[in-house]
Each structure stands twice: as C-alpha cells, then as structure tokens.
T-cell receptor
Framework: QSALTQPASVSGSPGQSITISCTGS?????????VSWYQQLPGKAPKLIIH???KRPSGVSTRFSGSKSGSTASLTISGLQSEDEADYYC??????????FGGGTKLTVL | EVQLVESGGAVAQPGGSLRLSCVIA????????LHWVRQPPGKGLEWVSL????????SYGDSVRGRFATSRNINKNTVFLQMTSLRTEDTALYYC??????????????WGQGTLVNVFS
C-alpha cells in the first residue's frame, strides 16, 4: 500500500477554479471506482465531500466535483471562496480489503 | 444523529500497549463498517484498519498489521483498537469513522473527534 500522490499545495483567487490531482496505480485508483475526497479544516475531523469518484453527499456544495482518468483522480473546486481554504485528501480502495490515502494538499485562497 | 466517541488515548512507552475504544450511537443498521484512521501531529491521514459489524471481518494497513487488532462488542455498540508493540511513529490522533451505507470502502460519512496517542521513551 503506497500512499497516493497529491501536490503539497495549490492556490487560487476567489472566484477561480482549481484542480487537485491524486495519482495512484493500477492496484488502486486505476482499477477501482472507490475514490473519495475529504476536506479538513484546522483542528477538525475530515469531512467527506466526494465519494465513488463523482458523487457528492447531501449538503456538499455543487462547486465541488470529482473525476478520474486512468490512475489519476481529480477534485475540482469552482468559484473558489475563502472558506474553501483547508487541507484536502484523496482516498482509494487498494484491493484485499485495504484503503490508502493521499498525502494531502493544502489549498490557499489568495 | 450518528455519533462516534473515541477514548483510551494516552502516553505510552515504545514496546507498550494501549486499547482504544469507539462508541457508536444513533445508528441502528447492523451491516455497516467501521474504520480507524490516524493522523500524526502536523501530518496527513493514514488508514489503519476496518471491521465489518455483521461478520467481524477485519483488515489492516501495512504499518500496523501484526501489531494492532480491531474487535467489536455488539451489545455495547463499541469498536476497539488493541495496539501492541507500540513505536514512536504510532504517535497520532486516532479517529474512528463510519463507512457510508450504499457506498463502498472509502466513503466515511461520520467521524469521531479523535483520541491522542503519544509514544515516547
């Protein structure tokens, strides 16, 4: 189980769109459509914002969307807002009843 | 409302043991899965283990397999994480998280507040 690869940081201005990538391999992201994304605010537990690659839980803003191509999943945040500033983590099923997280990406809203 | 409350975090010495607990409330289904996820101070999330409530099936991450064991007490709606042969790198905030019904494996829709484990000599 190798951690998924995410950029350490991304930034954008209010109103812009940003995309966070999450690169795995053929043993996880590339094979399974069980990819989730989490938003973590400082001092808080992670919050589920995308699951099963593209699905948004009830109550999550439509500005958050997910996609996948090959072994890379992506989270896009459109209409960036100051409250989106947080750490974001991807998570994938890795077979054999195991799960793996990405290293996390710090989003800064300029 | 679903609530998960962890406890049992403490200071421990390398080679020592600890048992964490996670009490689940507000949820009546029998066929759900609970996960343990940890986060070292200032670092990212790491998946630790899972347990299926109905069957008791467990699975573990590479870094804890053979040292940690997850179990449940059905009557007390509680999941446990028995940690042995502790290492300094096990220092982290340990969360329990519930897997979302209707999804699979990675969608954790409810999380506890976490319990802190600090391993040092």
């Amino acid at each position: 189980q190798s951690a998924l690869t995410q950029p350490a940081s991304v930034s954008g201005s209010p109103g812009q769109s940003i995309t966070i990538s999450c690169t795995g391999s053929s043993t996880d992201v590339g094979t399974y459509d069980f990819v989730s994304w989490y938003q973590q605010l400082p001092g808080k537990a992670p919050k589920l914002i995308i699951h099963d690659v593209t699905k948004r839980p009830s109550g999550v803003s439509t500005r958050f969307s997910g996609s996948k191509s090959g072994s890379t999943a992506s989270l896009t945040i459109s209409g960036l807002q100051s409250e989106d500033e947080a750490d974001y983590y991807c998570c994938s099923y890795a077979g054999n009843s195991c799960v793996v997280f990405g290293g996390g990406t710090k989003l800064t809203v300029l | 409302e679903v609530q998960l409350v962890e406890s049992g975090g403490a200071v421990a010495q390398p080679g020592g043991s600890l048992r964490l607990s996670c009490v689940i409330a507000g949820f009546n289904f029998d066929d759900y899965t609970l996960h343990w996820v940890r986060q070292p101070p200032g670092k990212g999330l790491e998946w630790v283990s899972l347990i299926r409530w109905d069957s008791g099936l467990t699975s573990y991450g590479d870094s804890v397999r053979g040292r940690f064991a997850t179990s449940r007490n059905i009557n007390k709606n509680t999941v446990f994480l028995q940690m042995t042969s502790l290492r300094t790198e096990d220092t982290a905030l340990y969360y329990c998280a519930k897997e979302k019904l209707g999804s699979s494996w990675t969608a954790f829709d409810y999380w506890g507040q976490g319990t802190l484990v600090n391993v040092f000599s």
